[in-house]
């Protein structure tokens, strides 16, 4: 049997450990918006040419929520996911997917030939590493993507592959 005092205790190390593991979920889960929006509104006003050479901005799609995911056709997950992405988009069609390309739109052209998306592809070429770190990616690692609101402000961010039942989620909330 344990004591009174030894029960006070344990009830009050008990409630420090869920006030700190409350504490430390708060802390963590803060990056995730941590985008600094002068990097969110350069990516929103550059202008960056499509496979067909015509130049696009994200700022076409403003007043649209949005998945923006940033791959290369050598990045092993960012293939794995796009057919997910593809899916998400035909099924939420009030919600933009675009692909912005880390590599050569020759290469983009060649990949597309095996497995066909239907959302908009951008091209940044390597020189979206600097971008990738501007916007709190600071391996500048692939995939990434940026869930933005209708309004262009940063939903979410995630580094690495989507897990597709996650992102599900995020943008049904968005498709309202």
Avoid at 14 to 31: D, E, I, L, Q, S
Avoid at 108 to 114: C, E, P, Q, S
Avoid at 135 to 160: E, S, Y
Wanted: charged residues 25%; hydrophobic residues 45%; contains cysteine.
């Amino acid at each position: 049997m344990i004591r009174p005092m030894n029960r006070r205790l344990f009830l009050h190390a008990g409630a420090a450990a869920a006030m700190a593991a409350a504490y430390a979920r708060r802390v963590h889960a803060a990056p995730e918006s941590a985008v600094p929006p002068d990097a969110v509104k350069a990516l929103s006003d550059m202008a960056l040419p499509d496979l067909d050479g015509r130049t696009r901005k994200l700022s076409d799609w403003r007043g649209r929520p949005m998945v923006v995911n940033f791959w290369a056709t050598w990045c092993a997950p960012c293939v794995k996911e796009m057919p997910e992405l593809d899916a998400m988009q035909k099924s939420h069609p009030k919600v933009q997917f675009i692909g912005i390309g880390v590599d050569k739109a020759d290469n983009i052209r060649k990949f597309l030939a095996k497995v066909p998306v239907s959302y908009p592809l951008v091209v940044m070429g390597a020189n979206a590493i600097d971008t990738l770190r501007k916007l709190g990616n600071p391996a500048g690692g692939l995939p990434f993507t940026l869930v933005f609101n209708a309004d262009g402000t940063v939903n979410r961010k995630i580094l690495g592959q989507i897990d597709a039942a996650d992102l599900e989620r995020s943008v049904a909330r968005l498709a309202g």
